[in-house]
């Protein structure tokens, strides 16, 4: 049984950061692939960034090049979102997800398994 536990979610004020992280348990996690997504009040679920089984390969929604980074462990099975120049459209609940092929998808679609979210606020 996957599981997947985020954290770091808070209120930040507009250009600032925060880091998120996602902890894998169950089946080998150097297999999946791994994704953020985020949905605020009233909007569908978007994708944010996701990475490879390696961490060889990312890509990332437009909206938050060069300002977000992914990466992953995959010796501590954990997942990170570092979040610089945070914007009030940022605001959101953000997901990780996971997915068995191990490769790169932005759709919802391509994801097998959710975590519960953590919230991000960010004030301007």
């Known amino acids: 049984q996957v599981q997947l536990v985020e954290s770091g979610g808070g209120l930040v004020q507009a250009g600032g950061s925060l880091r998120l992280s996602c902890t894998y348990s169950?089946?080998?996690?150097?297999?999946?692939?791994m994704g953020w997504f985020r949905q605020a009040p009233g909007k569908e679920r978007e994708f944010v960034a996701a990475?490879?089984?390696?961490?060889?390969?990312?890509d990332y929604a437009d909206s938050v090049k060069g300002r977000f980074t992914i990466s992953r462990n995959n010796v501590k099975n954990t997942m990170s979102l570092q979040m610089n120049s945070l914007k009030p459209e940022d605001t959101a609940v953000y997901y990780c997800?996971?997915?068995?092929?191990?490769?790169?998808?932005?759709?919802?679609?391509?994801?097998?398994?959710w975590g519960q979210g953590t919230r991000v606020t960010v004030a301007s």
């Open positions: 997800a996971a997915q068995i092929g191990g490769g790169i998808y932005s759709s919802t679609r391509g994801y097998d398994y």
């Open positions: 990475i490879n089984w390696s961490g060889g390969r990312t």
């Open positions: 169950g089946r080998t996690f150097s297999t999946y692939g």
